[in-house]
């Protein structure tokens, strides 16, 4: 049945023994609304579905036109000189009417490790590396002339430093104000460059360098004005558009991730399922509430689902290795935790070892090297190993309850359990009055705008519990905040104001727990 034409009959009258133009439509069906009975419906919609691989059409009588016409689902078409509404139905994820076809939903359209569900951008990674214009010009207070751009300092690339300066008054650009001072404009001649001056700007010299990156030292240098920034494509959620456009209770699978853990738990607790899709989900439902409310049991309720290993304390990764044990409701397994409490608050080892007991309280034994005396205190049994270091130890000192180990005299971790042993007040502290490095409006992860002065001249202590910020503070905002100041080479600080008292320093040196 061609649009705006004539319906007819088979066998096929004489007159149309001509091949059918496209698109030709054979009719199944023909029912009036109200009169024609459910079953009926059902029955001639799964024939069209069935011959018609997948899809079928449905012709509906209708005379409006107009705005309102205009805005109902389907096309208008003509036939035996009436107006029919044309809606398109399908078995599959699609749409005729806006040309949407999705693919039908399985585990690696929603994997970002998976080419089915990563972002064709950033290809599952969430960022993508590009110029970082606070590396390029790391003192946006100097101007053009004495250097604002680092990468045209070396005597290599000065010659691009030299161009820009030669037409800088054919294109209007200043050079003597502080770069920060620049307008939006001025700063776009510098980045996209001026083609009718022969210029190519950064951008071109950074596609230059792009050419050449097959030399090692290109490769170094190229490195050193780049940093991640979030995927424009994706929004940082890491999955392609098709695996986004999947909800459940109102939100995708990225803005799930970008949730705390406690308010994902709460939202999957209270999602509005009918029985049939409770039924059907049972199973997923039960392991996603129970690996977040394992999360929540070990102290970790605030984090987001989306935040990355490296991004976390050494106790907070300590306590996500545990969970993932806790979730896999194994038994009669033989646990082996290496010193876990390394880092942890005291508040943090409480947590710890509730984890612990319920791995022992499942049917599995538990074997923790350590040295913490709250975990020592709640062992069931304790195997001390000494007397002493090297040549010294190698041998059973000591084996038995917490309690009886208090009453040893051979147990050198007894006599500090029982308070024979112990170390005093140290009466002696340095008066902080050697300067200070202030660091204001630090904001990475969870810090919310802190400002803190920290004494020279002392042992000065952060602390506080784990995921509370102070690695953010120390090592990710600090310390590549003073490399900057002291032109040493650091990854990219956290957000910050300003740090104070630089000057105070000849260098700065970061020793951490890496091999």
Same mark, same amino acid.
């Given at each position: 049945? =061609?649009?705006?034409?004539?319906?007819?009959?088979?066998?096929?009258?004489?007159?149309?023994?001509? =091949? !059918?133009?496209?698109?030709?439509?054979?009719?199944?069906?023909?029912?009036?609304?109200? &009169?024609?009975?459910?079953? %009926?419906?059902? +029955?001639?919609?799964?024939?069209?579905?069935?011959?018609?691989?997948?899809?079928?059409?449905?012709?509906?009588?209708?005379?409006?036109?107009?705005?309102?016409?205009?805005?109902?689902?389907?096309?208008?078409?003509?036939?035996?000189?009436?107006?029919?509404?044309?809606?398109?139905?399908?078995? $599959?994820?699609?749409?005729?009417?806006?040309?949407?076809?999705?693919?039908?939903?399985?585990?690696?359209?929603?994997?970002?490790?998976?080419?089915?569900?990563?972002?064709?951008?950033?290809?599952?990674?969430?960022?993508?590396?590009?110029?970082?214009?606070?590396?390029?010009?790391?003192?946006?207070?100097?101007?053009?002339?004495?250097?604002?751009?680092?990468?045209?300092?070396?005597?290599?690339?000065?010659?691009?430093?030299?161009?820009?300066?030669?037409?800088?008054?054919?294109?209007?650009?200043?050079?003597?104000? =502080?770069?920060?001072?620049?307008?939006?404009?001025?700063?776009?001649?510098?980045?996209?460059?001026?083609?009718?001056?022969?210029?190519?700007?950064?951008?071109?010299?950074?596609? #230059?360098?792009?050419?050449?990156?097959?030399? /090692?030292?290109?490769?170094?240098?190229?490195?050193? #004005?780049?940093?991640?920034?979030?995927?424009?494509?994706?929004?940082?959620?890491?999955?392609?558009?098709?695996?986004?456009?999947?909800?459940?209770?109102?939100? $995708? !699978?990225?803005?799930?991730?970008?949730?705390?853990?406690?308010?994902?738990?709460? /939202?999957?607790?209270?999602?509005?399922?009918?029985?049939?899709?409770?039924?059907?989900?049972?199973? /997923?439902?039960?392991?996603?509430?129970? &690996?977040?409310? *394992?999360?929540?049991?070990?102290?970790?309720?605030?984090?987001?689902?989306?935040?990355?290993?490296?991004?976390?304390?050494?106790?907070?990764? %300590?306590?996500?290795?545990?969970?993932?044990?806790?979730?896999?409701?194994?038994?009669?397994?033989?646990?082996?935790?290496?010193?876990?409490?390394?880092?942890?608050?005291?508040? +943090?080892? @409480?947590?710890?070892?509730?984890?612990?007991?319920?791995? @022992?309280?499942?049917?599995?034994?538990?074997?923790?090297?350590?040295?913490?005396?709250?975990?020592? @205190?709640?062992?069931?049994?304790?195997?001390?190993?000494?007397?002493?270091?090297?040549?010294?130890?190698?041998?059973?000192?000591?084996?038995?309850? =917490?309690?009886?180990?208090?009453?040893?005299?051979?147990?050198?971790?007894?006599?500090?359990?029982?308070?024979?042993?112990?170390?005093?007040?140290?009466?002696?502290?340095?008066?902080?009055?050697?300067?200070?490095?202030?660091?204001?409006?630090?904001?990475?992860?969870?810090?919310? $705008?802190?400002?803190?002065?920290?004494?020279?001249?002392?042992?000065?202590?952060?602390?506080?519990?784990?995921?509370?910020?102070?690695?953010?503070?120390?090592?990710?905002?600090? *310390?590549?905040?003073?490399?900057?100041?002291?032109?040493?080479?650091?990854?990219?600080?956290?957000?910050?104001?300003?740090?104070?008292?630089?000057?105070?320093?000849?260098?700065?040196?970061?020793?951490?727990?890496?091999?």
């Amino acid at each position: 049945m =061609p649009p705006d034409s004539l319906s007819f009959s088979a066998p096929r009258p004489p007159s149309l023994l001509s =091949p !059918l133009p496209s698109p030709s439509y054979p009719i199944v069906d023909r029912l009036v609304a109200g &009169r024609s009975g459910e079953s %009926r419906l059902s +029955d001639s919609l799964e024939t069209a579905f069935a011959k018609g691989h997948g899809r079928c059409c449905a012709f509906v009588e209708s005379s409006e036109d107009g705005p309102a016409a205009a805005a109902q689902q389907g096309r208008m078409e003509t036939i035996d000189e009436k107006s029919w509404r044309r809606i398109n139905f399908s078995t $599959n994820l699609s749409c005729d009417d806006c040309g949407l076809d999705y693919p039908a939903p399985e585990p690696k359209l929603f994997s970002f490790n998976s080419p089915l569900g990563a972002c064709t951008e950033c290809e599952g990674f969430g960022n993508i590396v590009d110029l970082d214009m606070e590396l390029i010009v790391p003192d946006p207070g100097k101007s053009l002339r004495d250097g604002a751009i680092a990468p045209w300092n070396t005597p290599a690339y000065a010659h691009e430093l030299k161009k820009l300066l030669s037409i800088a008054r054919k294109i209007d650009l200043p050079i003597d104000v =502080p770069f920060r001072d620049l307008t939006e404009s001025q700063r776009a001649l510098i980045v996209h460059g001026a083609p009718d001056h022969d210029f190519g700007g950064l951008g071109g010299f950074f596609a #230059w360098l792009e050419r050449r990156k097959y030399k /090692m030292h290109v490769r170094v240098f190229l490195s050193r #004005w780049r940093s991640y920034r979030p995927c424009p494509a994706c929004g940082g959620a890491r999955l392609r558009p098709e695996a986004l456009a999947v909800r459940i209770g109102g939100r $995708n !699978l990225g803005e799930i991730c970008a949730m705390k853990v406690r308010d994902a738990a709460a /939202m999957f607790r209270d999602l509005e399922l009918s029985e049939y899709e409770r039924q059907v989900g049972r199973m /997923m439902l039960d392991q996603v509430g129970a &690996r977040l409310a *394992y999360l929540e049991a070990v102290g970790l309720g605030y984090l987001t689902l989306d935040r990355t290993l490296r991004t976390l304390s050494g106790g907070e990764a %300590r306590r996500v290795s545990l969970t993932s044990a806790l979730g896999s409701s194994l038994v009669n397994m033989l646990y082996v935790l290496d010193e876990p409490s390394i880092g942890l608050h005291p508040r +943090d080892i @409480r947590q710890l070892l509730d984890a612990v007991k319920q791995l @022992r309280d499942r049917g599995n034994t538990v074997v923790v090297v350590e040295h913490e005396e709250a975990i020592i @205190r709640a062992a069931d049994q304790v195997v001390e190993i000494g007397p002493g270091a090297g040549q010294r130890g190698g041998k059973i000192v000591f084996q038995g309850a =917490p309690g009886e180990m208090q009453k040893s005299s051979d147990s050198l971790t007894g006599d500090y359990l029982a308070g024979r042993r112990g170390f005093g007040p140290n009466g002696r502290r340095r008066e902080p009055n050697h300067g200070w490095i202030r660091l204001a409006g630090a904001r990475g992860n969870n810090l919310h $705008n802190v400002t803190v002065e920290f004494p020279l001249g002392v042992l000065c202590l952060v602390t506080g519990v784990s995921g509370s910020g102070k690695s953010t503070l120390v090592q990710d905002t600090l *310390y590549p905040a003073l490399c900057r100041r002291l032109r040493k080479d650091a990854p990219k600080p956290y957000p910050f104001d300003d740090v104070f008292g630089d000057g105070q320093l000849d260098d700065v040196i970061m020793i951490d727990q890496s091999p």
